[in-house]
């Protein structure tokens, strides 16, 4: 499986942002799926994941009202949308799959890992 995360870039406090995560090789729909984000001189943290059906999503209370994570199974994708940007939301975005069909908040319970986009949020 390959991930690739896009969409990141520059945008002011307050405005929106759409994050993307194409699968390929294997499908994602029989896996839980999760972003995190890295800033610099942090360590990685949870952002959002959601189960294999996609109906029971979970975020981090730093992000909850702000972001919305879905996806679209035929299309092999994982979305993060992102609203009401903060200037410490920039960090390094990575979408991830779960090694099960539940979604967990531990990066030790995710096997593959997209590279990363990078977001920036100006203040």
């Known amino acids: 499986v390959q991930l690739q995360a896009s969409g990141g870039g520059l945008v002011q406090a307050g405005g929106s942002l759409r994050l993307s995560c194409l699968a390929s090789g294997r499908a994602i729909s029989s896996r839980a799926m999760g972003w995190f984000r890295q800033a610099p001189g942090k360590e990685r943290e949870f952002v959002a994941s959601f189960t294999r059906s996609g109906d029971i999503p979970t975020y981090a209370d730093s992000v909850k009202g702000r972001f919305t994570i879905s996806r679209d199974n035929a299309k092999n994708t994982v979305y993060l949308e992102m609203n009401s940007l903060k200037p410490e939301d920039t960090a390094v975005y990575y979408c991830?799959?779960?090694?099960?069909?539940?979604?967990?908040?531990?990066?030790?319970?995710?096997?593959?890992w997209g590279r990363g986009t990078q977001v920036t949020v100006s203040s």
């Open positions: 991830a799959r779960s090694l099960t069909q539940f979604g967990s908040r531990y990066s030790r319970d995710y096997d593959y």
